[in-house]
């Protein structure tokens, strides 16, 4: 049995946004993919994805 992380908004904005697109797993088949700003103006992006 995998035993999953507990995550929480604070450890979720905890996060930083990298120069490349890197995922973070949660658990088996939950992963939240960080994604780099795309111009100088804007933010980088934080999406949910399930596998």
């Known amino acids: 049995m ?9 450890s979720i904005k905890a996060l930083v946004i ?3 697109e890197y995922t973070y797993t949660v658990e088996e088949g939950l ?6 700003k ?5 933010k980088g992006t934080k999406a949910w994805q399930f596998k």
Do not use: E, H, N, V
């Open 18 to 20: 990298k120069d490349k």
């Open 38 to 42: 795309r111009s100088t103006s804007g």
């Open 31 to 36: 992963q939240l993919r960080i994604r780099p």
């Open 2 to 10: 995998i035993m999953a992380k507990r995550i929480t908004d604070t």
